[in-house]
């Protein structure tokens, strides 16, 4: 579908990744082995940064998988053309200037380098995880009719406080069964907190709380 090998063909593919995560649907395929494998290295992230992300991801869940898989190598590059108006483009940075600056250097092998792109993968994705914030509903249900569900609301927002737990502004009373209602509610919280640890601090609160159960969890 793309020659990568060709800057045409590179450039076209980096385009279509723009706004996908896999060569072919949602998920890892075997397309995406072959174009992995006909790549000649990691695409430079400023000149292709659609195609790097691209690459960075399957390296990181493929590891070095890629290198036995059989694929075929990259084809060599065509002889450059005199006055081609791409000579000074390289996709995948390795200009004569930068080799030379690298001279002396020790050379990272595939395999180290695949492995440095599934740890720079697994820190992003660890770092995005620590940001995930995730909604909570849940219902309060009193002991009796005589109890005031709103200062029962006020209580439970105001006492059970958590670094990375905010509670919704407002609360719904909806009826149950002869005249008792529960308090709808909800709050938000971060990666580190845990829905059961506030379920179980809010029906500490047994002379008011009969029982609490989760609705529904949504991550926004």
Known sequence: KFDVSQQKGFMAFNGFMGSK???EGFQ???????VFSKMAGCPD????????????????ISGVRGLSSGAAAAPAAPAKKEKDDDDDFDVFGDDDEEEDEDAGKPKETRAEMLERL???ANDRLTAKAAKQRTMVAIEVKPWDTEQD??????????????????WGENCHLVEV????KKICMSFVMGANNSSDDIIEQIEALEDEVQSVEMTSMNVL
């Open 21 to 23: 995560s896999y060569v």
């Open 28 to 34: 890892f395929s075997p397309a995406d082995s072959e």
């Open 45 to 60: 992230a400023k000149k292709a940064p659609h195609a790097y992300r691209w690459y960075v991801h399957i390296a990181a």
């Open 118 to 120: 599934k740890k720079e």
């Open 149 to 166: 569900l709103n200062q029962l609301w006020k209580k439970i927002t105001t006492e059970i406080q958590q670094d990375g737990v905010k």
């Open 177 to 180: 069964a002869f005249g008792i």
